[in-house]
């Protein structure tokens, strides 16, 4: 059985950081497109960062030089590095684990609220 949890999420300040993990269990994350999505209420998902099994990465505009994702394959668990948040950044954050579309995976989410 495929399961990626989700953790980090909290209530902080404008201005502060977080990292959010996600362990994932039942694949080796080595072989997957890990990605980071966001859903702000009454707001589409989208995508807000990934990281192929080569550590390529790819970052939504508005997030680009305050987040950082990254993996450890040895942990088989990936990160998302997030500072200098803002109001706009609170959202549910969900894991996805991508491989085919018959290979993918996704976490039960965690919160991000930005506020003071």
């Known amino acids: 059985q495929v399961q990626l949890v989700e953790s980090g999420g909290s209530l902080v300040q404008p201005g502060g950081s977080l990292r959010l993990s996600c362990a994932a269990s039942?694949?080796?994350?080595?072989?997957?497109?890990m990605t980071w999505y966001r859903r702000a209420p009454g707001k589409q998902r989208e995508l807000v960062a990934s990281?192929?099994?080569?550590?390529?990465?790819n970052y939504l505009n508005s997030v680009r030089g305050r987040f950082t994702i990254s993996r450890d394959n040895a942990m088989n668990t990936v990160y998302l590095q997030m500072n200098s948040l803002k109001p706009e950044d609170s959202a549910v954050y969900y894991c996805?684990?991508?491989?085919?579309?018959?290979?993918?995976?996704w976490g039960q989410g965690t919160q991000v609220t930005i506020s003071s």
């Open positions: 990281i192929t099994s080569g550590g390529s990465t």
């Open positions: 039942g694949i080796s994350i080595n072989t997957y497109i």
């Open positions: 996805c684990a991508m491989r085919s579309l018959a290979s993918t995976y």
